[in-house]
Each structure stands twice: as structure tokens, then as C-alpha cells.
């Protein structure tokens, strides 16, 4: 069976810090991989998804940046984090085009405070 | 554009009582309609799905929702709330273009009363 392995779950961090957050899928192959961010009391907003190993896609211009340097791991940066990083972030993947029907399946998500 | 709308942020019922949550979409394309629940701090567990043939879909936690064509709903629902149901529920319909997003209605979070 796939799982999803994201982590740290909570996360507290000065202004101007960097940022790494780590994703990884375990039983399957080539899935399409996603960030997505919630911001208290509003609703997800994808931040970032991926098709492939090396394949970014960005939603929203923003402070952060995504990288996937492997068929199954996803990483969220950011150089130096400001205020408004804050939130709830989640993970998600879903089978490629093709192999499915598209739901998702998501990670716990980490809460990341930004001091 | 596809998009989903859930009517009320916020519902209210007591224990026992029916669970109706509304979901609206609009689709250019035959939709794949998702339920999601969350959990506080959590991540989100899907429910249910349509996507072809029967138009009534059952779920985990006793959930079932209904797809109707005519209306553009896809309303969820639970005869008899519980106390644990207590949560944020989205409703996403899939994207029609060729990267198999999901599009996400703002979230409904259900109360239960004692």
C-alpha cells in the first residue's frame, strides 16, 4: 500500500531563516506530488505540483520554492522565511494521468510558526 | 473556469441530528467530485468520490453523498451525527485540463452539539 511520510509536524522558526521541509511517497511510481499551504481560517492554496523528477510547476509567486530531486520526494524551501509563511502546510500525491482518478492523498502537514 | 462553491462556513447541528453539507460546482467537462475530512492538525482523509455510474456515493464514517447532474451539487450528508464527525469538510471537483488537479471549494467546519 502507498503511504506519505512528511515531515517535521511543527516547525518554529525566526524571520530570515531558511526553511526545508521533506515529503516522501512510498508504493508508487512517478505520482504527481504537491505542496499546499493553509493559512488560518482560509483554504488550501496550492502552492506547487510536479509531474516529474526535476518538473515544478508554481501556482502562486511567493517566498518559496520546491525541488524534486527524486521520483518520490518533494522538498519546500524558502532562503529567508518572513511573517507571513506562517500556516499549515500539507503534502499530497496522486496517481499520474492515466493511472487513476485523481484523489489525493495527503500527508499529516506541519505547522510552521514564523517568529 | 471549474470551481466549487460550500455554502457556510461554518454548520451547526446537534448529536443524532441530520448532517447536510452543500457543495456547488461548475465543470466544463464530466466532473470527479472528492469529499475530504480534517481533522484539527491533521492532514486530510478523503471520504468519498464520484466519478461514473451510480450517482449515490457511500463513504467511510457512514457519509453518502449524492451527485445531481441538473443541480451542479454534491451535497454530503450523514443521517445521525456524531461527536467525533466534529471537523473541516472540502469539496473538490478534478480538473478538466491535462495535469489532474483538484479544485477546492473554502471548507465547511461542523459543529456538533451536545
Known amino acids: 500500500s502507498q503511504t506519505i511520510h512528511q515531515w517535521p509536524a511543527t516547525l518554529v522558526q525566526p524571520v530570515g531563516s531558511p526553511l526545508s521541509l521533506e515529503c516522501t511517497v512510498e508504493?508508487?511510481?512517478?505520482?504527481?506530488l504537491y505542496w499546499y499551504r493553509q493559512a488560518a481560517g482560509r483554504g488550501l492554496q496550492l502552492l506547487f505540483y510536479?509531474?516529474?523528477?526535476?518538473?515544478i510547476s508554481s501556482e502562486v509567486p511567493q517566498n518559496l520554492s520546491a525541488s524534486r530531486p527524486q521520483d518520490r520526494q518533494f522538498i519546500l524551501s524558502s532562503k529567508k522565511l518572513l511573517l507571513s509563511d506562517s500556516g499549515f502546510y500539507l503534502c499530497?500525491?496522486?496517481?499520474?494521468?492515466?493511472?487513476?482518478?485523481?484523489?489525493?492523498?495527503f500527508g499529516q502537514g506541519t505547522r510552521l510558526t514564523v517568529v | 473556469a471549474q470551481s466549487v462553491t460550500q455554502l457556510g462556513s461554518h454548520v451547526s447541528v446537534s448529536e443524532g441530528a441530520l448532517v447536510l453539507l452543500r457543495c456547488n460546482y461548475s465543470?466544463?467537462?464530466?466532473?470527479?467530485l472528492f469529499w475530504y475530512v480534517q481533522y484539527p492538525n491533521q492532514g486530510l482523509q478523503l471520504l468519498l468520490k464520484?466519478?461514473?455510474?451510480a450517482t449515490l456515493v457511500k463513504g467511510i464514517n457512514g457519509f453518502e453523498a449524492e451527485f445531481k447532474k441538473s443541480e451542479t451539487s454534491f451535497h454530503l450528508t450523514k443521517p445521525s451525527a456524531h461527536m467525533s464527525d466534529a471537523a473541516e469538510y472540502f469539496c473538490?471537483?478534478?480538473?478538466?485540463?491535462?495535469?489532474?488537479?483538484?479544485?477546492w471549494g473554502a471548507g465547511t467546519k461542523l459543529i456538533i452539539k451536545p
Open positions: 499530497a500525491w496522486s496517481r499520474s494521468r492515466g493511472q487513476g482518478q485523481a484523489e489525493a492523498f
Open positions: 473538490a471537483v478534478r480538473r478538466g485540463d491535462s495535469n489532474y488537479q483538484l479544485i
Open positions: 465543470s466544463s467537462v464530466p466532473p470527479y
Open positions: 508504493g508508487t511510481s512517478n505520482p504527481n
Open positions: 464520484y466519478t461514473t455510474g
Open positions: 510536479s509531474v516529474g523528477i526535476g518538473q
